[in-house]
């Protein structure tokens, strides 16, 4: 028994060294040094290869994209030369036009008030600093007006602007390329428009020169580098205006017509804008130029970037590179040879390894855990710690001469420990839990981490590191009891409950989420709050996380989620960081209250308490708008239907003319007051059923005609008609789309939607159940601010300087008396869209008018009204309709006349009462009388309170018909013909 256990130990001696380092082992050996060397060269040269492939890929890269830089800048620079020099030739043509229009109206008057002209200029051109001045000059081509100080025996007849002009009636704005000015004597652009004389025959010109030092110090605004250039040139090449004016001592001449080749190229394709390299003839630099023709004159612009300016410091960065390259390469070749260096002294190193061994040998034996070294094949152990032999209670020798691991375990841990041999084997690593049966029987739990080594003969030994879990095992017990309470209280609670890693990752979600968004737990788990989140509010909760991340807290943080079927939920969150057992941030956690519903009641709550103090100011303004509309329309009354019947009967064109125009401005005054009698208490449309389009169409279009807005129309062709007040509808249509006009002063396009929404789609909780037609008009402007959007509906709320206040208020009052809603949405530098919806008749047939201006008929009519002015208008129009006429200034006079007509066997034709009449009998009371007498006579109301319920269904009341205060002869021989007509 001696004689083996001394056997065993000089065989455990002899491998000791070999097996407590297999490094050591593996660097003792015996390898061929050139061998080595070789393929350390080729790795080394190799990597360096691929270090130049990706240095020279990463500069080509860089350079492209240097380039890609210059030519957007180039054709930033070019369009917004453009835009600034259209922008000045659009005012010049402004102000032409008005001077225009001036001289005109000067002349049809029958002379030029030159006084009055000269301030006219002189306001004009405290508004265009860009021209030298503005000057008028009659058909022989002599200045008239703004040529003090000059020769007044000057021409511009010799102007090249002055014939063309003489020639063409129809020319517009004529721009010269550069001339010497006539009085300047200086280079000058100069535009020119042509004025008629009263017959249309040619009277002259207005001009306004702008010098060549404005277009040049226009150009001088931008920075284009050292090498850069701008040139602006006539499209015949003419040379006009370069920045810098000189460049490498060359200096252009005005007209000048030197180019490029490429430029050339360029210009003959017809294209409007293109950007391209080429050498500049006129100091032969590359640069990379954009081609930009000028959109409202005869000229184009080059911009030029110097290559030498955008790619200088690509260079830099190509030198910087490249040392540094060089540098890392030497360095990876001086680290080869110091590799190789240590490869030749790796004997030297073998004592050191030995040393090594002995100072691992004490490590081992310091270890707390317990350290067990055996041979699998032979059951023995091999090598073991001091710790290992004090918590077994076993000497050196009983261990030796005792089985591993046999005698150490019961028979269910040996099962679970020849599989985790299996998995060291196998894998080379593996851990088990076993509990380690000391020499007193005791039972002590072991977390045991097992690796296999290979000796120099071949031996698989395996080396196991075990550590006492007594302590552990217990506070995991406690743990998982702690856990399991929580776990119980948070899986049944309604609150979110959430966990996040430092990254802001899902770790932990209740079940409550899954009713809250309806997406499944692990459909979140492992994803960010950004993953149903919109952006923007993903991106300002990610600041609060960091806050966070640095030990802060959140309380009652507001925030955004989207649910699995689209729907916005909004939670209110509390959080606050989660630590490990080492006090360091590993995450967050916290809880979430769903707060969706009680966001939208309070929303709701706000829009109705907006509604109705909407309404409270709109009934309350209705009162003053109607006492003043009444008064208004009588007193416009007489006036309006005076001058309508002098232009019907006027033979003279020139009066016919001014007759026109006074009443095109009555025609307007009289739309404010129907602006005013939108918000009259019962002032209810005139309804009738029509298709929407393409009068709203025609309307849009009109209310942008001279703008440089647009509009678009996406309308489906089976939109459904509906009952509407078509011209309040207009005024809503106009309103709207001045106001989206003047929201875009650049420019744009104004889309105009409209689309059918059955009940089922229903999107407003202000609609009924009903069929709707949708009007949407969306602009790209400007938008309206969140503090100024409420009140945009509010009479007389304007942020506009000459603005009333009224258009927005009018459209809503509108629309609401047609039972429909008008909502806005709109976001500070997007756009706005207004949303009109109107109920719509989608089985109803649109309503045909019969009426006719060229009415003629016969008969007697009867008209009462206590207005001498209006009784007189009235008889003047009927009668050029064909009608006799008898007047009388009551209700009372006019059911007298009436009898006595009718006992006389004199039909009456029909009747015009007037509905109000101060101190007596008005209109209501008369044909209450003249009812019980005939029923079938036609009799029409008339009457300057417009939203009074009489005029609005005066069939109710036993009229046939109304006609409101003022009215014009047209809309008189419209009613008579559709009613008069029917009734014989």
Same mark, same amino acid.
């Given at each position: ?549 640095? !030990?802060? =807290?959140? @309380?009652?943080?507001? /925030? *955004?989620?989207? $649910? &699995? ?5 909004? %939670? ?84 016919? !003319?001014? =007759?026109? @125009?006074?009443?095109? /401005? *009555?025609?307007? $005054? &009289? ?5 005013? %009698? ?118 007389f709320y304007t942020t506009k300087t000459k603005g009333h206040g009224l258009g927005l208020a009018t459209s809503y009052s509108i629309i609401k008396r047609h039972e429909g809603v008008i909502d806005v949405a709109s976001e500070p530098g997007v756009g ?153």
């Amino acid at each position: 028994m001696a004689e083996n256990s001394a056997e065993k130990k000089t065989k455990i001696d002899s491998v000791i060294l070999k097996v407590t380092d297999p490094l050591s082992d593996f660097l003792l050996r015996d390898r061929p040094g050139l061998e080595f060397g070789r393929w350390l060269f080729i790795a080394s040269l190799v990597f360096s290869l691929f270090v130049v492939f990706i240095v020279i890929y990463s500069l080509a890269l860089s350079r492209e994209y240097a380039v890609q830089n210059a030519q957007i800048h180039s054709r930033n620079l070019a369009q917004s030369i453009n835009h600034n020099i259209t922008a000045t030739i659009q005012r010049i043509d402004h102000t032409l036009i008005s001077m225009q229009h001036e001289i005109e109206k000067n002349l049809v008057a029958g002379n030029l008030n030159e006084a009055g002209m000269k301030k006219i200029i002189a306001f004009e051109e405290s508004l265009l600093p860009e021209a030298v001045a503005i000057r008028v000059a009659n058909a022989d081509g002599r200045v008239i007006v703004g040529n003090e100080t000059a020769d007044p025996s000057a021409s511009f007849a010799d102007r090249p602007y002055f014939p063309y002009l003489r020639d063409h009636p129809d020319a517009g704005l004529y721009i010269t390329k550069p001339i010497v000015g006539l009085f300047t004597k200086k280079w000058v652009i100069t535009s020119a428009k042509r004025y008629n004389r009263p017959d249309g025959s040619f009277g002259g010109v207005v001009i306004a020169p702008v010098l060549l030092d404005h277009f040049q110090n226009a150009l001088s605004g931008y920075d284009v580098g050292p090498g850069g250039a701008l040139v602006l040139r006539h499209i015949d090449n003419g040379f006009v205006a370069r920045y810098p004016a000189e460049m490498n001592g060359s200096v252009l001449t005005i007209g000048e017509a030197t180019i490029s080749r490429e430029l050339q190229a360029v210009i003959d394709s017809h294209v409007l804008q293109k950007t391209f390299s080429a050498v500049t003839p006129f100091d032969r630099t590359m640069r990379t130029l954009t081609y930009q023709r000028i959109e409202a004159a005869p000229f184009y612009v080059i911009a030029g970037l110097a290559e030498d300016d955008y790619l200088a410091q690509w260079k830099r960065d190509r030198n910087i590179t490249s040392a540094i390259v060089f540098i890392f390469l030497a360095g990876v070749w001086i680290v080869t040879g110091l590799l190789w260096f240590f490869w030749k002294s790796r004997e030297q190193g073998a004592n050191a390894l030995r040393e090594e061994k002995a100072l691992t040998d004490k490590l081992i034996n310091m270890m707390q855990d317990t350290f067990f070294l055996f041979d699998p094949a032979l059951s023995l152990p091999v090598r073991w710690n001091k710790s290992f032999s004090e918590i077994t209670g076993y000497s050196d020798k009983e261990i030796t001469e005792m089985k591993a691991p046999e005698s150490y375990y019961s028979e269910d841990d040996l099962r679970r420990a020849g599989a985790a041999t299996g998995e060291i084997l196998n894998e080379g690593f593996g851990i088990v839990e076993m509990d380690l049966i000391t020499k007193q029987g005791t039972q002590v739990p072991f977390e045991y981490s097992g690796t296999s080594i290979t000796t120099m003969d071949g031996r698989l030994l395996i080396l196991s590191i075990g550590r006492n879990i007594t302590a552990r095992q217990q506070a995991e017990k406690d743990l998982r009891e702690s856990e399991e309470k929580y776990r119980s209280l948070v899986e049944t609670a309604q609150e979110l409950v959430w966990k996040t890693d430092d990254h802001g990752c899902f770790t932990y979600l209740n079940p409550a989420w899954e009713e809250a968004l309806g997406y499944r737990l692990e459909e979140m788990l492992g994803k960010s709050f950004g993953n149903i989140q919109p952006a923007e509010v993903f991106k300002r909760d990610m600041k609060e996380f960091a806050r966070l991340m640095t !030990g802060g =807290l959140l @309380k009652q943080h507001e /925030t *955004i989620q989207i $649910a &699995r079927d689209g729907s916005i939920h909004t %939670l209110l969150i509390n959080a606050i960081p989660l630590k490990n057992a080492q006090g360091i941030i590993i995450g967050a956690q916290g809880t979430a209250m769903d707060i969706t519903e009680r966001k939208q009641l309070e929303i709701e709550r706000e829009r109705f308490e907006h509604q109705r103090n909407q309404m409270q100011k709109l009934e309350s303004l209705g009162v003053l708008a109607g006492g003043i509309a009444h008064d208004f329309n009588n007193l416009m009354a007489g006036i309006f239907s005076y001058i309508d019947l002098a232009n019907v009967l006027s033979q003279d064109h020139t009066i016919s !003319g001014y =007759l026109e @125009k006074a009443l095109n /401005t *009555i025609y307007r $005054a &009289r739309g404010l007051t129907q602006q005013l %009698l939108t918000f009259a208490k019962g002032g209810a449309p005139m309804q009738k059923i029509e298709q929407l389009f393409p009068f709203v169409e025609e309307t849009a279009k009109f209310a942008l005609s001279g703008s440089s807005v647009s509009s678009s129309f996406n309308v489906p062709d089976n939109l459904w008609p509906c009952s509407i007040d078509r011209s309040q509808i207009e005024q809503v249509i106009d309103n709207i789309i001045i106001n989206a006009q003047q929201a875009m002063p650049d420019g744009g396009n104004i889309e105009v939607t409209a689309r059918n929404i059955s009940p089922g789609e229903i999107e407003h909780a202000a609609l009924a159940d009903r069929h709707y037609v949708r009007l949407s008009i969306k602009d790209s402007g400007i938008g309206i601010p969140k503090n100024i959007l409420p009140r945009i509906f509010d009479p007389f709320y304007t942020t506009k300087t000459k603005g009333h206040g009224l258009g927005l208020a009018t459209s809503y009052s509108i629309i609401k008396r047609h039972e429909g809603v008008i909502d806005v949405a709109s976001e500070p530098g997007v756009g706005t869209t207004f949303h009109i919806y109107l109920p719509a008749t989608p089985e109803a047939q649109i309503e045909q008018s019969a009426a006719s201006s060229h009415h003629r008929g016969s008969g007697l009519i009867l008209v009462m009204d206590d207005e001498e002015v209006i009784r007189e208008t009235l008889e003047a129009m009927l009668v050029s309709l064909g009608y006799s006429v008898v007047t009388r200034s009551s209700g009372s006079e006019a059911v007298e006349l009436f009898v006595q007509e009718r006992n006389n066997n004199r039909p009456v034709a029909s009747l015009i009462l007037d509905l109000t009449v101060p101190g007596g009998m008005g209109g209501l009371e008369a044909v209450g009388e003249i009812r019980k007498l005939d029923s079938d006579v036609p009799v029409f109301v008339v009457s300057g309170y417009a939203d009074d319920p009489v005029m609005e269904n005066p069939a109710e009341y036993g009229f046939t018909a109304s006609i409101s205060k003022p009215f014009m002869r047209i809309e008189l021989s419209e009613m008579l013909e559709k009613y008069l007509k029917k009734s014989k």
